[in-house]
């Protein structure tokens, strides 16, 4: 399994950010997929998931409305769109594969993740 993520930056509050997760050396498309963050000194925080066939998704409260994750099977490709950014989105984003098809909300389901991508929201 290998998930290489990317899109991170540093933007203001407000404003917006697409990460992109590429996988490969799996069959992506039987898989649930999945986002989560960890802020420094804090533990690994659930962000969003996707069903395999994407027609599931499910949120953290704190992004609920804000963000949106969607996938292209045929691309092999993770999406996280982040929109009305705050500073408590500061974190290390990170994508991971889960163990299952099926939507989950704890990253206890993931089995593999990738190296991260540094998200920061500060004017």
């Known amino acids: 399994v290998q998930l290489v993520e990317s899109g991170g930056g540093l933007v203001q509050p407000g404003g917006s950010l697409r990460l992109s997760c590429a996988a490969s050396r799996f069959t992506f498309s039987n898989y649930a997929m999945g986002w989560f963050r960890q802020a420094p000194g804090k533990g690994r925080e659930f962000v969003a998931a996707?069903?395999?066939?994407?027609?599931?998704?499910a949120y953290a409260d704190p992004v609920k409305g804000r963000f949106t994750i969607s996938r292209d099977n045929a691309k092999n490709m993770l999406f996280l769109q982040m929109s009305s950014l705050k500073p408590e989105d500061t974190a290390l984003y990170y994508c991971?594969?889960?163990?299952?098809?099926?939507?989950?909300?704890?990253?206890?389901?993931?089995?593999?993740w990738g190296q991260g991508t540094q998200v920061t929201v500060s004017s």
């Open positions: 996707i069903s395999w066939r994407g027609n599931s998704t």
């Open positions: 991971g594969k889960s163990t299952t098809r099926i939507i989950f909300t704890t990253v206890s389901m993931l089995d593999n």
